[in-house]
């Protein structure tokens, strides 16, 4: 799409008219999501996320990035790992310097030092696109750039996408991020381009503590299914309604 269509559109559905109208009268049919119907009918790829094996490395945020070309040298990340640290007095605390690319090795937590002696207990949540299978970011995106293939994976059409935010804002886990190069929305694709073709996806790879796998949820036998029958799992925020895909074993309550 040239730069000149892509200003028109984006324009326009900024403007007064689009505050007026709702998204759907501006919704047109991309090439992207016309093609939607790609992938496998009897896969729908899930994701489990083990936080008893994470220990805060990085390997994963890093191996994403230099496989996703994401910009090494800034905050944003298609994945990325937060520390908790909670305190005797309830507290939670949180971070993710850097998207935990280069682990945690300092003590303070946003520049706040805690005495080991408070704390009650200390852990590390992986975090990514949860591809959802009633995603929210796709009924708003006005122009198709946005859309859904049939194995259930989100993906971004950066030749459509005119950069106006919405689905950013509509995300409710904030795994969406405007591109610094691209200038568009990005995130996570569970590295569509790997598993299409049976390979696992960059980050999964990367984990030298297997805290991260991918699999076909429509086949029984497939281990990743199999333990998200079976076990005790858990997903972000529920309660909106999304149905996320990825799945965590031993999810502590002051997640979000």
């Known amino acids: 799409m040239s730069c000149s ?23 047109f049919l991309s090439p992207a999501e016309a093609k939607a119907a790609t992938g496998t009918p009897n896969t729908r790829w899930g994701f489990l996320v ?23 040298d800034l905050p944003v990340s298609r994945t990325w790992v937060e520390r908790y640290v909670i305190t005797k007095n309830g507290k939670a605390h949180i971070d993710s310097p850097m998207a935990g690319r280069d682990g945690f090795t ?3 937590i946003r520049d706040e030092e805690i005495d080991a002696k408070d704390v009650t207990k200390a852990f590390f949540v992986p975090k990514l696109c949860n591809q959802c299978e009633n995603p929210a970011c796709v009924q708003v995106c006005p122009v198709g750039a946005t859309y859904q293939t049939s194995d259930g994976v989100v993906l971004v059409d950066r030749s459509w996408c005119i950069g106006c935010g919405y689905c950013i804002m509509a995300c409710p886990y904030g795994v969406r991020f405007f591109h610094p190069k691209y200038k568009v929305a990005e995130k996570c694709n569970f ?42 799992v858990a997903v972000l925020k529920e309660e909106y309604g999304t149905k996320p895909q990825v799945f965590y074993i031993g999810l502590d309550s002051n997640v979000r």
């Open 191 to 232: 590295c569509y381009h790997r598993i299409s073709k049976g390979m696992k996806t960059a980050c999964v790879q990367a984990c030298p503590f297997g805290a991260r796998q991918i699999g076909n949820l429509k086949n029984f036998d497939d281990p990743v299914t199999r333990i998200i029958m079976t076990e005790r």
């Open 106 to 108: 300092s003590k303070k």
């Open 50 to 72: 083990d936080t008893r094996k994470c220990v805060g490395c990085g390997f994963c945020v890093k191996a994403c990035k230099k496989e996703n070309e994401v910009p090494y």
């Open 5 to 27: 269509r892509r200003k028109f559109l984006k324009t326009t559905l900024s403007g007064t008219v689009a505050a007026s109208l709702p998204l759907s009268a501006f919704r």
